[in-house]
């Protein structure tokens, strides 16, 4: 069982444009989710900001021995995430995975790119 | 419960210069904090240099569900932290919370960007 | 005995284009691998995807007190991996090693570069 | 007594050219060391390659409240490092520290860097 049941990105901003072609290099942050796993995965991403409540969660799944690479720019439901806005988020699995969060930036001409593994919590299985 | 009391960051730099629209394209150094949890977290800031006994502590404090992300060059009380030196910080909380390292360096045309999970402090707790 | 015996990379993304002089410049994804121990590492990666079942095993060693770093865009046996498509990869060894993930990406004029530490899995030794 | 007394870093590579004023801009690897603690650390780093024997140790301390971002380009005792070429390095510790990497390449017009915090080795501590 490779992997823990909650996850935390403190760091979290989409940047309000983009330079170059689209879909590949469009401004987006990404959580990366594997599932190597042979259960699915019922996954719940909250969203915490400086100024409010936390939104979501936003509900989606990752089947057995797949990964998915979540853009938070694309969450809709319950609400999209803004713009230029500080944000952070927890990521909980109903079975193990492994999460890594990656940024591109293409604010200006070049890209700059980030990543790093997420901060596992502790679920009493490690 | 998630998170840790203490954190560690052993890379600090605060590039001496910048390039772009400012504020989003100064040059700056972050903690991204995140308190999932529904007391308020006291946070306190110790920098350490190479050359000079620590600066700080840094008091502020993230209310419950909300997210902070402290920009170290803005840090003014009781000091502010100098451009173009090295130096760490070691993050308390009175809660667990979780941190998260960004650097944004504008200082030629292009930004580049860095990012990492900070160290997280053993606290008896996990 | 320094590391762990498994290892998840859950961000896995090979650009489809460079820019610059191969092979220093050439865009890559790599998984740094450092055996500091006394025994040959035998290491087994295996590749997930978000529409197909997992590739590999792709087998490799690494001698005793000895470091490689794999590109993940030379491995060819069983099969090579597809550009332009989001993977994740797990990585097992027959003893303890230490696991970084880095990425070039030069599909623009300049460079962009991640890295982290990859998720070390338990293995009930640490 | 915040941090780990051994720690890893597979990713290693000093590019053999840099594009910038110096030594701000010079491309390098670092690795930064933070001592929090009330005891000099004595420290010891040996660099591993992927065609030969070890090289090391190359030692060195950091006063107690104190951090120290050391360049891998300019270690020279017992021997500098080789531009261009793969390392792994493993830094241990008399006392706690906690260690970062961070890389400069600066080759091209722009500058990229790369940051994560080092793997913890377990030393029975925490």
Redesign the interface.
């Known amino acids: 069982m ?2 823990r049941t ?1 996850w ?6 989409i940047p309000g444009w983009s330079h ?1 072609p689209e879909p ?2 469009e401004s987006h942050e ?1 959580a ?3 599932n ?1 796993g042979d259960e699915e995965a019922k996954v719940e991403i ?1 969203v ?4 409010r ?2 939104a979501g969660p936003y509900e989606l799944t990752v089947p057995p ?5 979540v853009r938070f720019n694309e969450l809709r439901d319950p609400e999209p995430i803004p713009r ?1 806005a ?3 988020s ?1 990521i909980r699995s109903s079975v193990p995975i ?6 591109l ?1 293409s ?16 679920d009493g299985r ?1």
């Open positions: 490779l992997g909650s935390a990105i403190p760091e979290g901003y170059g590949e290099m990404t990366c989710l594997l190597a909250t915490y900001f400086d100024d409540e936390p021995r797949r990964t998915k690479h230029d500080d944000y952070a927890v492994v999460v890594q969060h990656t940024r930036d604010r200006q001409a070049e890209n700059a790119v980030l990543s790093t593994i997420a901060y596992p919590g502790w490690e």
